[in-house]
């Protein structure tokens, strides 16, 4: 679950994503943050499933526990909104792909193209309502045939490597300061981020592990091999073109680059590649994001209707609604410009708010010595750093989305709480502390703010 929900379809546009930003410099800059920043994450997870056992579907759960109700609503409700666009990128990024044989699917938005990924999109609902542990053993297999590609391209491009094309493409730029440098990564943080989403996958599914120490154990072995996958295809790339074909390149731009190598079979090896991975991905992330309805709905975080299973034990209505959900989105791609980078960015600003809860409970653990007796000591002190390592990675995500996605993301946030009021409802229970009212307003003040800016045309939206 781990590997197949992070190797989805961003890993095929890095080499493009990275060209278009930075160089060689950058790159490396970049992918010693994400990788250790995530990394923290991945540790605040993997302690998390140890210490708190008792808690299932962990983003959700942890942020609820540590924070109040509401902190747990919008931890729920966001990273299933953000995973909403993620699978919508997935279906996009297909249709794209598509489009180099097919030309009337254009670039993933047009008619044609959005009738045949909703067909898709509805195939994999019955697929999965058929029942989870099925649809978990067609994961693996297509996780498997995904990473072959993958594989492939980086032995090839590797074996091609020109240490002067590659030393061409160091500094990413003409100005070589340690501000461009820092202007180049900032740019490249939601792409890496992006590509590592999916970290906490063994952890929502925790409740199906035979033994706890396999979620901690799947999370850090998943998130080592798949940064050793996408730092490799980013950094062999820099050896066989220059960054402004990087930059140029049509996606999946791992094809362009397999192309100038290996000649016209690359790109199409690599779109076969492509369509296998994103809809296994796609597949991971419904499963997951079904899952991300139905436990909060059962702890009364949100409402109760969407609890119900069907005779496959299936969270069926949870599905049901992410289908839904994915459909209308689907929809308003029609109406948007470049929508493959939209649904990334968006995706990977939505999910931001859901990290930074999980690390700040794990952080406010090591504070209060709940779960740590004195023995512990050390081990406390350990994760005290872990912990807070990963809450500055995640403010600093915040910081580089920027005001754009953030105002977007508090526009998807918003409606979001009438569930959360309906839900405090039917438990009869007062919808908000004061502190929860605040944030309300501040998310909603937020909400209203981009609304007005989309509305009046602003370039910053």
């Known amino acids: 679950m781990v ?92 249709m794209t792909t598509l489009g180099t044989f097919f030309p009337g699917l254009g670039q993933g938005n047009t008619f044609l193209a959005v009738v045949l990924a909703s067909a898709l999109v509805w195939l994999f609902h019955f697929l999965i309502a058929r029942g989870v542990r099925q649809a978990t053993v067609v994961n693996r297999i297509v996780t498997i045939a995904k990473l072959l590609p993958i594989l492939t391209f980086i032995v090839i491009v590797a074996v091609a490597f020109e240490a002067g094309t590659f030393a061409d493409n160091f500094w990413g730029g003409d100005e070589r ?70 930059a140029k390149a049509k996606q999946p731009s791992m094809g362009g680059v397999l192309e100038s190598v290996a000649g016209s079979w690359g790109s199409d090896f690599i779109s076969i590649g492509v369509i296998i991975s994103v809809q296994g991905a796609y597949l991971a992330w419904t499963l997951i994001n079904a899952e991300v309805l139905y436990m909060p709905a059962r702890g009364g975080v949100m409402p109760k209707f969407l609890t119900r299973d069907n005779v496959h034990a299936t969270p069926i209505t949870a599905l ?105 409802r039917e438990e009869g229970l007062r919808a908000f502390n004061r502190a929860e009212a605040v944030a309300c307003v501040v998310l909603i003040v937020a909400a209203v703010v981009g609304v007005v800016l989309l509305a009046t045309g602003s370039s910053d939206v």
Request: proline letters at 3%.
């Open 177 to 246: 300061s340690v501000g461009a440098v820092f202007d180049q990564v900032k740019q490249t943080m939601l792409v890496t981020t992006f590509v590592f989403l999916g970290i906490e996958g063994a952890s929502v599914y925790s409740r199906f592990a035979r033994r706890r120490q396999d979620v901690g154990r799947a999370t850090i072995l998943g998130f080592v091999s798949v940064l050793a996958v996408f730092a490799s295809v980013t950094l062999v790339s820099y050896g066989v073109l220059p960054q402004a074909d990087l």
């Open 3 to 94: 590997v197949g929900s992070m190797v989805g379809g961003g890993v095929f546009t890095l080499p493009g994503e990275f060209g278009e930003a930075t160089g060689v410099l950058g790159a490396v800059i970049a992918w010693i943050i994400a990788g250790t920043g995530m990394l923290m994450l991945g540790l605040v997870f993997q302690s998390l499933a140890v210490r708190r056992p008792d808690l299932d579907s962990g983003v959700y759960v942890y942020a609820k526990t540590g924070f109040g109700a509401y902190a747990g609503f919008n931890a729920a409700f966001g990273y299933w909104a953000s995973n909403v666009a993620g699978n919508v990128f997935f279906m996009v990024f297909t």
């Open 320 to 424: 049901l609604t992410t289908t839904l959900a994915v459909q209308l989105v689907l929809i308003l791609v029609l109406f948007v410009n470049d929508a493959l980078d939209f649904m990334l960015k968006l995706d990977t600003a939505l999910s931001l708010v859901p990290y930074l809860l999980a690390a700040a409970y794990a952080l406010k653990l090591t504070i209060t010595r709940e779960t740590y007796t004195a023995a512990d000591e050390p081990e406390r002190r350990k994760q005290r750093v872990i912990a807070a390592v990963a809450v500055l990675y995640s403010i600093f995500m915040l910081y580089a989305a920027g005001p754009k996605y953030l105002l977007l993301a508090s526009i998807v946030y918003a409606p979001g709480t009438l569930l959360y009021l309906l839900a405090r």
